[in-house]
């Protein structure tokens, strides 16, 4: 694992109807971010933000899929950022926004080589413009990393799918919608839902997740943080109840980090305007120092 981290956030709620998560990079900033990541001993640089347009200047009823140009300008951007970062010998640490700018982040993390995927979500992520009930790109990303949905995004970066289904685990999912569901069922990715990790315990989830990505040297973790429950995480753009407490998500934290194979990161969907004094954005950066080596003793 690198030592030298490259912050970079993505100031976007293009993704959804709800506003706030564009603010999601400067609440992590304010929570302590680089600090936390250098008392850990990480050489950490800001490289700042993407450029991304001002929601309000745009007219979101120019595509059946609401502002899907503006989102694959700023991941393309994302991309190349984020491939320029692992080139340079920076593990890239993307703060986010909503989740469709993972399809960014993950393309250019897997540009010279395949890696791992862990999908850390309550939602799926695996709508296309056909199944999607309200358009918004932050319920497709993992759809269009696998080569589903509009070729305006699909084709960010290079051509087609940016990761295999092999490649991809899914872990904390409670919230699917119908159609989204028989998608799943037949992607051939792993999916671990809460029923799974209330029967299993997140210990054996979490081994077996790595398991089977065990024939990929590097991972990238997708951490939504509406993966957790509300009642830890209410800053979330889409909090759904009944998700992961704060144990459960620091145990797979650091047994990601046991693991040695974390290359890059991304954390969103963090909404200041819902939370209660920062707390989400709290949680999110020891969670962060979880996955990066931080431990108890």
């Known amino acids: 694992m690198t030592k030298a981290i490259r912050l970079i956030g993505v100031p976007m709620d293009l993704g959804q109807d709800l506003r706030g998560v564009d603010m999601g990079p400067s609440a992590l900033r304010h929570a302590g971010l680089a600090g936390r990541l250098g008392a850990l001993g990480y050489d950490v640089h800001d490289y700042g933000n993407v450029n991304v347009a001002v929601r309000d200047t745009l007219d979101s009823q120019l595509h059946a899929t609401p502002f899907v140009h503006a989102i694959s300008l700023v991941c393309e951007r994302l991309y190349d950022a984020t491939r320029r970062a692992i080139e340079a010998g920076y593990m890239p640490l993307i703060m986010g926004g909503d989740h469709s700018s993972a399809i960014g982040t993950v393309g250019g993390t897997t540009h010279d080589e395949p890696a791992g995927l862990l999908w850390i979500d309550a939602h799926g992520d695996y709508n296309t413009p056909d199944t999607s009930s309200t358009g918004n790109v932050h319920g497709m990303p993992l759809a269009v990393l696998r080569g589903f949905g509009s070729p305006e995004l699909v084709d960010i970066g290079r051509s087609g799918a940016k990761v295999a289904a092999d490649d991809v685990v899914l872990i904390a999912l409670r919230k699917i919608d119908r159609p989204e569901r028989e998608m799943l069922r037949n992607s051939r990715m792993t999916l671990f839902t809460m029923r799974e990790i209330d029967e299993q315990g997140m210990a054996a ?93």
């Open 205 to 297: 989830v979490a081994k077996e997740s790595l398991r089977r990505l065990g024939h990929q040297k590097r991972i990238h973790v997708s951490l939504d943080m509406d993966s957790l429950d509300p009642m830890y995480a209410s800053g979330v753009g889409t909090p759904v109840p009944g998700g992961l407490n704060i144990r459960e998500a620091h145990l797979l934290m650091e047994l990601i980090a046991d693991d040695g194979r974390v290359a890059s990161i991304d954390v969103v969907e963090i909404n200041p305007i819902l939370d209660n004094r920062n707390q989400t954005a709290v949680l999110a950066v020891d969670l962060i120092a979880s996955l990066l080596g931080q431990t108890i003793i």
